[in-house]
Each structure stands twice: as structure tokens, then as C-alpha cells.
């Protein structure tokens, strides 16, 4: 079935890269996705990366995909205490139609001095 | 920048009533979406809608829950006996095509039932 996993919990210190890493299940998804949602806040796209694609660079992020392993992850360069949120994989199935967002549980970043 | 605008931001209700979640997506966006997010768990899919009809639903979209576009502008979500299992943040998304598929989403309505 569809599924997306994500680490529960990363912490990094201040100016230091973060990897928040993410697994998914089906290979038919032509997008995969990043949100970033802040407390109290709704999901904010950060960046996503069509699947011929093998990485994808903006600004500080990075994003690089292994179709093989069926694995994406997210860098971020030298992180900052603004970039502590909760990070969500999301996948869009073609069995959804493109219609859906599978998401993952989320990465808690916690970004320390 | 545009973006989704959802209203209640809060909205608390007893268990049994009607409620209805309302969002404003972005003008020029074509599809439609709801998601909800109880609190600790993921983001799961509700519904999608494009052309005054759903076009794909999730198991949690029973008969209890309905979608609607009143006017060009609005969207709504209606949630009809509303139980203590339905408190969550309701996330409202829209995309411009099918194609493109990025959903922007709106800051979500916090539903407590009591």
C-alpha cells in the first residue's frame, strides 16, 4: 500500500546542515514533496522534485532523490533557529490520480545554539 | 503572494451539531482539497473536488461529511453530527492543474468537539 516514513526527530546545532530523511512506497509517484509546518501554523511547500529528476537545489535546500531505493531526503545548509519546524514528506500516488497527498508523520527539527 | 485563507480559525462545538469549515482558495486554482490532521498523527486526505463534483474521496469520508462550492470563491467542508473523534486541524489546499499538482494550503481550522 501507500505509505511514506519518516525519522521522528532531528536535532542540530545552529550553522550546521540538517538531513531529514524519507522513505516511500510507491513508485508510480511523478512528485514528491516537502512542507514545512510551524507551530501553530499550516503547511508551508517548501520545495518538490519531479521523479526523473535525481536532485534538485534551492538556496539553501537540497533535495535529492534515489528512485532505486525509494528514498528522498532534504538538506539544509547551514541551518538557522527560524528553520525549527516540522518537516513532512508527501508523495502523490498514481493510484490517487495525482489527486492526493500521502503524507509522512514528520520530522521534528529543533535547531540549537 | 496569494494564498488559502481558511475561517474559523477555532471553532469548538458539542458533539452531535453541525459544523461547517470554510475556505477561500487561491482565484486562479481549479482544484480543491481537504485534509485533516488529528493532533500527534499525520495528514490524511479527505477529499479532493474539481468541477463542482468530488473526484476522489478517503475511507474517512463517510456520509456524516460533504464538500461545496456555494459561489466562485468559497469551499466548504461540512461536517454533519460531528463526533469527538472528528476534533482535528481540517487543512484546506488548492491547485491550479492536475498536471502541476502543488498544492498550496490554507492555515487550517482547529475543530474541537466536546
Given at each position: 500500500g501507500e505509505d511514506v516514513e519518516q525519522s521522528l526527530f532531528l536535532s542540530v546545532r545552529e550553522g550546521d546542515s540538517s538531513v531529514i530523511n524519507c522513505t516511500y512506497t510507491d513508485s508510480s509517484s511523478t512528485y514528491l514533496y516537502w512542507y514545512k509546518q510551524e507551530p501553530g501554523a499550516g503547511l508551508q511547500l517548501l520545495t518538490y522534485i519531479f521523479s526523473n529528476m535525481d536532485m534538485k537545489q534551492d538556496q539553501r535546500l537540497t533535495v535529492l532523490l534515489n528512485k532505486k531505493d525509494k528514498h528522498l531526503s532534504l538538506r539544509i545548509a547551514?541551518?538557522?533557529?527560524?528553520?525549527?519546524a516540522i518537516y513532512f514528506c508527501a508523495e502523490t500516488p498514481l493510484s490517487g490520480g495525482y489527486n492526493k497527498l500521502i503524507f509522512g508523520a514528520g520530522t521534528r527539527l529543533a535547531v540549537h545554539p | 503572494e496569494p494564498e488559502v485563507t481558511q475561517t474559523p480559525s477555532h471553532q469548538v462545538t458539542q458533539m452531535g451539531q453541525e459544523v461547517i469549515l470554510r475556505c477561500v482558495p487561491i482565484s486562479n486554482h481549479l482544484y480543491f482539497y481537504w485534509y485533516r490532521q488529528i493532533l500527534g498523527q499525520k495528514v490524511e486526505f479527505l477529499v479532493s473536488f474539481y468541477n463542482n463534483e468530488i473526484s476522489e474521496k478517503s475511507e474517512i469520508f463517510d456520509d456524516q461529511f460533504s464538500v461545496e462550492r456555494p459561489d466562485g470563491s468559497n469551499f466548504t467542508l461540512k461536517i454533519r453530527s460531528t463526533k469527538l473523534e472528528d476534533s482535528a486541524m481540517y487543512f484546506c489546499a488548492s491547485s491550479e492543474a492536475l498536471e502541476s499538482d502543488t498544492q498550496y494550503f490554507g492555515p487550517g481550522t482547529r475543530l474541537t468537539v466536546l
Amino acid at each position: 500500500g501507500e505509505d511514506v516514513e519518516q525519522s521522528l526527530f532531528l536535532s542540530v546545532r545552529e550553522g550546521d546542515s540538517s538531513v531529514i530523511n524519507c522513505t516511500y512506497t510507491d513508485s508510480s509517484s511523478t512528485y514528491l514533496y516537502w512542507y514545512k509546518q510551524e507551530p501553530g501554523a499550516g503547511l508551508q511547500l517548501l520545495t518538490y522534485i519531479f521523479s526523473n529528476m535525481d536532485m534538485k537545489q534551492d538556496q539553501r535546500l537540497t533535495v535529492l532523490l534515489n528512485k532505486k531505493d525509494k528514498h528522498l531526503s532534504l538538506r539544509i545548509a547551514d541551518t538557522q533557529t527560524g528553520d525549527s519546524a516540522i518537516y513532512f514528506c508527501a508523495e502523490t500516488p498514481l493510484s490517487g490520480g495525482y489527486n492526493k497527498l500521502i503524507f509522512g508523520a514528520g520530522t521534528r527539527l529543533a535547531v540549537h545554539p | 503572494e496569494p494564498e488559502v485563507t481558511q475561517t474559523p480559525s477555532h471553532q469548538v462545538t458539542q458533539m452531535g451539531q453541525e459544523v461547517i469549515l470554510r475556505c477561500v482558495p487561491i482565484s486562479n486554482h481549479l482544484y480543491f482539497y481537504w485534509y485533516r490532521q488529528i493532533l500527534g498523527q499525520k495528514v490524511e486526505f479527505l477529499v479532493s473536488f474539481y468541477n463542482n463534483e468530488i473526484s476522489e474521496k478517503s475511507e474517512i469520508f463517510d456520509d456524516q461529511f460533504s464538500v461545496e462550492r456555494p459561489d466562485g470563491s468559497n469551499f466548504t467542508l461540512k461536517i454533519r453530527s460531528t463526533k469527538l473523534e472528528d476534533s482535528a486541524m481540517y487543512f484546506c489546499a488548492s491547485s491550479e492543474a492536475l498536471e502541476s499538482d502543488t498544492q498550496y494550503f490554507g492555515p487550517g481550522t482547529r475543530l474541537t468537539v466536546l
